[in-house]
């Protein structure tokens, strides 16, 4: 019989089984072969007639050409958007249309983050503070994520991250006694300038090592996974830090223990000194996610909406499926690595000033907001007083 | 002279372990091996706490030491849990769970490879509570680690790297030298608000039985121990060489008529120095013995303290009986560690000196 001889195929001639033995192998169910094996051994079913791999490590079909795969760099994941490098919607179906209110939060969010950021920057140069880094460019990925999240998400950040702070309403005045390390500060002047750390708003303080928040954001939200508690957790790096061991280390473990997760990842051009092409040779950081088998997308970081759209439907599908989404935001960090470096020494002038004028998150949802008649010149004007006065006065008051 | 080495070490570990007083009024006891104390506090631990999870490596079969059998079946898939082979990701994972105030404990296979996980203990979990101004902490983690010789183990099965992070404020170290210590040791550590980090001497997992409370009791921590009183010499050591040193002290008693203090030091961070110090003034001779290297070591802070603070008291220079500054070879185990007759000699020189 044919059955009979691909039996002998696979078992060798010396053990031919007869028509019993062969109905025995069909059902390796509740009774024949399976009962003899442990317990534990489930995985796969052996043994099988089709000749399918039955290896426990990866289900995939027999291939007999050897072909090497090509990691995909030219043509990578494609960048995902809302608007366009003005600032118009270019599908309407992915509008999230937002109200007035709240896109407006958007844009004084990051415009007072923008402001504060300038009076800080100062503050160091004049030596009132002992060092600063700033966020200008990246303004749209704090912004449109942490608008995404409910206020009591728990967040990780890596340092570049303090508009998701603004957002929330982190006063002035807290951001500034951090840095002054007066007696304001809730940190109570243990660390350098920009280690914000807020209970009250779910903002976990800020250290200095790099990627080191990652597998602790995942044991947080397996956490939060077992209390029920419907929070999703975010933790934001560099593209940089995601070369770390604890990135790794921590995606692997939030896929495996199914956890309540969005990994956001800065993806700024630079580490440093360094740009991305001494940093990976890979498809970015989004590329990495399907291997460790995570929901993966790479968005335009300096359009709100779109960082805004991806992190809001990461945490509806993260939290009721109990698995991590990767989110990779594709920016430019306009402004130096910190107070401690300067960036000319390494980049050009010209390149720095294509991403400030041409393709920068605030004017882009300025324009939006313009088109929209839900702002204008004049406004513009008085807000940048007042945002200008309200910033130096809470450095003055800081710094005395 | 191997068989004669391993018959000694299994028959002093058995000849009594000294705390018998410590049963008094905790209920019923059952005689259990140090693998069964552990997993005996963690059973406590998870029925008291629903907040409580394990997970490492191969803790949910039950461990490569028995340490967790059962516990996965009694508690769920949920609460005893594998993780990917990685012990950054273990450690910083368990500092995680423990910033949102659940109970973390986490199994490092070996002592050995605690090392990646280095950083996320020293840069992260001891300095979580002080650098967020107390905003945020992770004191409700707990590493366990199996640790030092085991007769076979060599250069990455036999390391008790306590010294390592006795240099790292914000953590406590804490090593048992029985069952019974153990699960009042573990139950402490995990009680304790700050990351604690608790190694079992592998050797006496199986090695080690006595009779121990099956309810939950605790044994404070960084209160060193007097396990035997006396007036000439103070003897300190931790985990396995505390049974060593005790076999030491009899030596001394019966050939020499030396009477020797013996002192179980339980916490390695933050150390009891009243209790060490209380009895070298007493005797005004100090030996310390551990299997760690000499250099560097654990001992080396001991005698730096004390030398400081009994400086007058002392009638000989204080005395470190410990590992070679060297790995931990295979075949020359018997000779590598600081056994009776390294410390007796030590014990000898001191007196007479």
Redesign the interface.
């Known amino acids: 019989m044919a059955v009979a001889a691909a039996a002998a195929r696979v078992w060798g001639s010396s053990r031919g089984l007869g028509q019993a033995g062969l109905l025995l192998l069909r059902r390796p169910g509740a009774r024949g072969l399976a009962r003899s094996l442990p317990q534990?051994q489930v995985q796969q079913h052996f043994p099988s007639l089709d000749d399918k791999p039955q290896f426990p490590g990866a289900s995939a079909e027999f291939v007999d050409k050897l072909e090497f795969i090509q990691p995909n760099v030219i043509s990578g994941i494609p960048v995902y958007r809302v608007m366009d490098r003005q600032g118009q919607i270019i599908n309407p179906s992915e509008d999230p249309h937002l109200p007035q209110e709240k896109v407006l939060k958007f844009y004084k969010s990051m415009t007072l983050l923008n402001t504060m950021d300038r009076i800080l920057y100062e503050s160091q140069r004049q030596g009132r503070i002992s060092f600063y880094m700033t966020n200008y460019g990246e303004e749209g990925t704090h912004v449109g994520s942490a608008a995404a999240l409910d206020n009591t998400d728990?967040v990780?950040g890596q340092y570049r991250e303090a508009g998701v702070l603004m957002y929330r309403d982190y006063p002035l005045e807290l951001f500034m006694a951090q840095c002054y390390g007066n007696s304001s500060?809730?940190?109570?002047g243990?660390?350098m300038p920009v280690?914000y750390?807020?209970?009250e708003r779910h903002f976990?303080?800020i250290?200095s090592?790099l990627a080191?928040q990652?597998?602790?954001?995942?044991?947080?939200?397996?956490?939060?996974k077992?209390?029920n508690a419907n929070r999703v957790v975010i933790c934001y790096f560099g593209e940089g830090a995601a070369s770390e061991?604890?990135a790794?280390?921590?995606f692997?473990?939030a896929a495996?223990?199914e956890c309540p997760i969005i990994f956001f990842c800065r993806n700024n051009g630079y580490a440093i000194s360094t740009p991305t092409s001494e940093q990976y040779r890979g498809d970015g950081i989004a590329a990495r996610g399907p291997g460790y088998g995570i929901m993966s997308i790479r968005v335009d970081g300096n359009d709100v909406f779109a960082v805004y759209n991806a992190t809001k439907e990461a945490r509806r599908r993260a939290v009721a499926e109990n698995q991590p989404f990767l989110i990779e935001a594709m920016t430019y960090r306009i402004g130096h690595h910190s107070t401690s470096d300067d960036s000319s020494a390494y980049r050009s002038v010209d390149e720095v000033n294509y991403w400030d004028k041409q393709d920068h998150p605030i004017s882009r949802l300025r324009h939006y907001l313009q088109s929209r008649g839900w702002w204008d010149e004049e406004q513009e004007k008085a807000w940048r007083k007042q945002s200008r006065k309200k910033a130096a006065w809470a450095g003055a008051s800081a710094g005395s | 002279m191997m068989d004669d080495v391993i018959n000694q070490s299994v028959l002093w570990i058995q000849a009594g372990l000294g705390t018998k007083m410590g049963l008094q009024d905790k209920g019923q006891t059952q005689k259990m091996n140090l693998f069964q104390a552990v997993t005996s506090a963690l059973d406590n631990s998870l029925a008291k706490d629903p907040?409580a999870?394990i997970f490492g490596e191969d803790v949910a079969?039950g461990g490569v030491f028995r340490c967790t059998v059962g516990l996965r079946d009694k508690y769920g898939k949920?609460?005893v849990?594998n993780?990917?082979l990685?012990e950054?990701?273990i450690?910083?994972?368990?500092?995680?769970?423990?910033?949102?105030?659940?109970t973390?404990i986490a199994e490092i296979q070996f002592a050995d490879y605690i090392f990646?996980a280095f950083?996320?203990i020293v840069?992260?979990a001891a300095?979580?509570r002080?650098?967020?101004?107390?905003?945020?902490n992770c004191g409700s983690l707990t590493i366990r680690a199996p640790w030092g010789c085991v007769g076979h183990g060599a250069l990455y099965h036999s390391q008790s790297p306590e010294a390592f992070f006795a240099h790292c404020p914000g953590i406590k170290v804490v090593v048992p030298r029985s069952p019974f210590q153990a699960k009042g040791l573990l139950l402490s550590c995990i009680e304790d608000k700050n990351p604690c980090i608790f190694f079992e001497p592998k050797i006496l997992y199986r090695a080690a039985v006595e009779q121990v409370p099956v309810e939950p009791y605790s044994i404070p921590l960084s209160q060193a121990e007097v396990i035997q009183e006396g007036s000439d010499v103070t003897l300190v050591a931790w985990g396995t060489q505390v049974h060593v040193i005790r076999e030491v002290a009899s030596m001394a008693q019966e050939k020499l008529g030396v009477s020797c203090e013996v002192i179980d030091l339980r916490t390695i961070l933050p150390w009891d120095m009243d209790t060490v110090c209380k009895s070298v003034i007493k005797t005004g001779r100090l030996l310390i013995s551990h299997e760690a290297p000499l250099t560097g070591g654990f001992a080396s802070e001991i005698s730096s303290t004390v030398q400081e603070e009994c400086f007058l008291n002392l009638e000989a220079p204080i005395s470190r009986v410990c590992g070679y500054d060297t790995p931990f070879p295979h075949i020359f185990e018997p000779f590598y560690i600081p056994d009776k007759w390294k410390c007796y000699d030590a014990l000898r020189k001191m007196i007479n000196y």
């Open positions: 534990r728990l990780f500060d809730l940190g109570k243990r660390q280690h750390g807020c209970k976990v303080t250290s090592p080191t990652i597998p602790q954001a995942v044991g947080a939200a397996y956490a939060a077992r209390a061991g604890d790794h280390a921590g692997n473990f495996t223990l | 907040t999870v079969f949920d609460r849990f993780t990917p990685c950054q990701g450690v910083g994972f368990g500092i995680g769970i423990a910033v949102t105030g659940a973390a990646p950083d996320q840069n992260e300095k979580y002080y650098r967020s101004g107390d905003l945020f």
